[in-house]
């Protein structure tokens, strides 16, 4: 198979299209997409594909393309579309657009990072959670030892709890 599971991080289903979201862990810094389609005898099953890395599905709104330990978490936001996914390098939390149309299916833009958002800075942003009908999402960082709510459509963040 290609694209082995030697570097794998986080992981979100996008049910939609019958597939899992994996993001690499160490070395090249890519997102995987794993077939789950159960549908009659489904010969891709399994197969695996890049979804979305900084030279694919093009070269626009780039996240790191080497590290260890940098696209950390990857949550599907269905209501919009999206899979949003941290870089805890950049840092910065991107938008991975969810698309039946493989031109546009992995393509990326920033959601929230210091340049677009100069409040409330990220520091190492790790994990993300997502839920239905929050109009925000949570997001841990690590060297801020803060959870901070990033809004969904804005990206601007507001911190909800820190430890400094």
Do not use: C, W
Request: charged share 25%; proline share 4%; net charge positive.
């Amino acid at each position: 198979r290609s694209h082995p599971f030697a570097n794998s991080g986080g992981i979100a289903v996008d049910a939609a299209r019958n597939r899992l979201l994996m993001t690499s862990l160490t070395g090249r810094q890519f997102v995987y997409s794993i077939d789950i389609s159960l549908a009659g005898n489904n010969d891709n099953r399994g197969a695996r594909s890049v979804f979305s890395a900084s030279n694919a599905p093009d070269s626009l709104n780039a996240f790191t393309s080497e590290g260890v330990n940098v696209l950390t978490s990857i949550r599907v936001d269905s209501e919009r579309s999206r899979a949003l996914m941290v870089d805890r390098l950049k840092p910065a939390v991107f938008s991975l657009a969810l698309s039946d149309d493989k031109t546009k299916d992995g393509a990326r833009s920033v959601l929230s990072d210091n340049t677009k958002n100069t409040a409330n800075k990220l520091a190492e942003p790790y994990g993300l959670q997502i839920e239905p009908g929050m109009p925000y999402a949570l997001l841990v960082d690590k060297a801020a030892k803060a959870t901070i709510a990033v809004d969904l459509e804005s990206g601007e963040r507001v911190f909800i709890s820190k430890s400094k």
